[in-house]
């Protein structure tokens, strides 16, 4: 071969004629075998736009996290598999792995705001309302309503600008309260001001749409788990999900031993305890509670895994909205929600009203049945008490107290609490 390829380049002027008859030969010479210093090729993983929810962008909720998503640093737990399939789009939720290094994964949460039957019912309906089309560019549409034109106009998240919204946290809504929402708003550059000045017309409709369909991203961003506040870490949004740090739902715990019940009773009274009495003087209620509101970290620490139904109302400044005022409608304020729904009056909510919620629906499927006589007679007894209303005039501490002195003693302090644990061995507060 080599004697055959030295007599023919001997007898060719042309160079290119010799380059190609050399590479030739190296492919006919390495044909047999693969190089080892050959790259192996990465498995794709197919995303479409469509399952993100960013082809419905600016009607979405942001796009801070795409990029880890696209780089493959978020991977559903389905991925895992040797078929490397996106789950069905139509769940509401999904449990994925996140990384920062590529060589450490963490559990994260990844959830829709709604089903994708209610997002697309909704979109459906701002194409027909709006446009009279069964189709259209939801960005358009939603840019020519009135609400949003004075959005565009606004210097400063006013009251007026979320009247009618269907979200708990806005039924009373306070100054102080929205220049907070725009101030940490993590979907664009941190400004750090009270101003909208930062925000692009794009991002004052990301905003709007996220306050209008569900307002749990919101509540994870300006009340940080950092600073103390009981919510998972929000990581991020792309499209129409949203990722957050991971939870087990209580429902999963209600079959718990004794001790670990009894723990996540105490935590979740202190819950409740701290939602009523905090430092920025905001009172947090809920206005609805099932077994997958809370949730629970691998370390045993409980947390508001779903803020989706909390309502807040400003003790320092209170509602600057009447209530005549929330009766506005609009397409905005029909995204989720029934339009005839009646909102809840700000003067109608009292201090015991999640509590009795909580010995209503969840205490009781979490401690029933799981300690000796005479301490589960009394339990069950303070619960029934509580879930009628706390009718003989006991305040919400004292009551929280009084079941969480009952429940102190039948807790333990072992590696399963790490949330606690070893500082529990060394400190009376346990």
Same mark, same amino acid.
């Given at each position: 071969?080599?004697?055959?390829?030295?007599?023919?380049?001997?007898?060719?002027?042309?160079?290119?004629?010799?380059?190609?008859?050399? %590479?030739?030969?190296?492919? =006919?010479?390495?044909?047999?075998?693969?190089?080892?210093? +050959?790259?192996?090729?990465?498995?794709?993983?197919?995303?479409?736009?469509?399952?993100?929810?960013?082809?419905?962008?600016?009607?979405?909720?942001?796009?801070?996290?795409?990029?880890?998503?696209?780089? $493959?640093?978020?991977?559903?737990?389905?991925?895992?598999?040797?078929?490397?399939?996106?789950?069905?789009?139509?769940?509401?939720?999904?449990?994925?792995?996140?990384?920062?290094?590529?060589?450490?994964?963490?559990? +994260?949460?990844?959830?829709?705001?709604?089903?994708?039957?209610?997002?697309?019912?909704?979109?459906?309906?701002?194409?027909?309302?709006?446009?009279?089309?069964?189709?259209?560019?939801? $960005?358009?549409?939603?840019?020519? *309503?009135?609400?949003?034109?004075?959005?565009?106009?606004?210097?400063?998240l006013t009251p007026d600008l979320v009247q009618g919204l269907s979200s708990p946290m806005l039924r009373?809504?306070?100054?102080?309260?929205?220049?907070?929402?725009?101030?940490?708003?993590?979907?664009?550059?941190?400004?750090?001001?009270?101003?909208?000045?930062?925000?692009?017309?794009?991002?004052?409709?990301?905003?709007?749409?996220?306050?209008?369909?569900?307002?749990?991203?919101?509540?994870?961003?300006?009340?940080?788990?950092?600073?103390?506040?009981?919510?998972?870490?929000?990581?991020?949004?792309?499209?129409?999900?949203?990722?957050?740090?991971?939870? =087990?739902?209580?429902?999963?715990?209600?079959?718990?031993?004794?001790?670990?019940?009894?723990?996540?009773?105490?935590?979740?009274?202190?819950?409740?305890?701290?939602?009523?009495?905090?430092?920025?003087?905001?009172?947090?209620?809920? *206005?609805?509670?099932?077994?997958?509101?809370?949730?629970?970290?691998?370390?045993?620490?409980?947390?508001?895994?779903?803020?989706?139904?909390?309502?807040?109302?400003?003790?320092? $400044?209170?509602?600057?909205?009447?209530?005549?005022?929330?009766?506005?409608?609009?397409i905005f304020s029909c995204l989720t929600v029934d339009c005839q729904s009646a909102f809840v009056s700000?003067?109608?909510?009292?201090?015991?009203?999640?509590?009795?919620?909580?010995?209503?629906?969840?205490?009781?499927?979490?401690? %029933?049945?799981?300690?000796?006589?005479?301490?589960?007679?009394?339990?069950?007894?303070?619960?029934?008490?509580?879930?009628?209303?706390?009718?003989?005039?006991?305040?919400?501490?004292?009551?929280?107290? $009084?079941? %969480?002195?009952?429940?102190?003693?039948?807790?333990?302090?072992?590696?399963?609490?790490?949330?606690?644990?070893?500082?529990?061995?060394?400190?009376?507060?346990?």
């Amino acid at each position: 071969m080599g004697h055959w390829i030295h007599c023919l380049c001997s007898r060719v002027a042309d160079p290119l004629m010799l380059l190609l008859v050399l %590479a030739l030969s190296c492919n =006919r010479s390495t044909a047999a075998t693969a190089s080892p210093s +050959v790259p192996h090729i990465k498995p794709s993983y197919s995303f479409g736009r469509t399952f993100l929810g960013l082809d419905k962008c600016n009607a979405c909720i942001g796009t801070s996290i795409c990029k880890k998503f696209f780089k $493959e640093e978020i991977r559903f737990d389905t991925w895992l598999s040797s078929h490397l399939k996106l789950p069905p789009s139509s769940l509401l939720s999904y449990s994925g792995n996140y990384t920062d290094d590529a060589k450490s994964w963490r559990l +994260v949460d990844i959830t829709r705001l709604t089903s994708k039957y209610q997002h697309d019912r909704a979109d459906k309906r701002i194409c027909t309302s709006l446009l009279k089309t069964k189709t259209c560019s939801l $960005e358009r549409a939603l840019r020519r *309503t009135q609400r949003f034109q004075k959005w565009l106009r606004a210097k400063r998240l006013t009251p007026d600008l979320v009247q009618g919204l269907s979200s708990p946290m806005l039924r009373c809504p306070s100054q102080r309260l929205l220049d907070r929402i725009v101030r940490r708003y993590a979907e664009v550059p941190d400004a750090g001001s009270i101003y909208m000045d930062h925000l692009t017309d794009r991002d004052k409709l990301r905003l709007l749409y996220t306050l209008a369909v569900n307002s749990h991203p919101i509540l994870l961003q300006i009340f940080p788990n950092v600073e103390g506040w009981p919510f998972p870490r929000y990581l991020g949004s792309c499209g129409r999900l949203v990722v957050s740090a991971s939870t =087990r739902p209580l429902r999963d715990f209600f079959g718990a031993a004794p001790e670990v019940a009894a723990d996540l009773a105490l935590q979740l009274l202190a819950v409740l305890r701290s939602m009523g009495t905090n430092d920025l003087n905001y009172f947090f209620y809920f *206005t609805h509670v099932d077994a997958g509101t809370f949730g629970v970290f691998s370390n045993g620490h409980l947390f508001i895994r779903d803020a989706s139904t909390l309502g807040i109302i400003d003790k320092e $400044e209170g509602s600057q909205l009447m209530d005549g005022q929330q009766d506005y409608k609009d397409i905005f304020s029909c995204l989720t929600v029934d339009c005839q729904s009646a909102f809840v009056s700000c003067n109608s909510i009292g201090e015991k009203h999640s509590l009795v919620m909580v010995c209503q629906e969840l205490l009781p499927k979490l401690l %029933a049945g799981k300690f000796r006589p005479p301490v589960q007679e009394k339990i069950d007894s303070f619960l029934q008490h509580c879930a009628g209303g706390l009718t003989d005039g006991q305040g919400v501490n004292e009551a929280i107290a $009084e079941l %969480a002195e009952l429940l102190k003693p039948l807790r333990s302090c072992d590696s399963r609490f790490a949330y606690r644990y070893p500082d529990c061995r060394y400190s009376d507060k346990y």
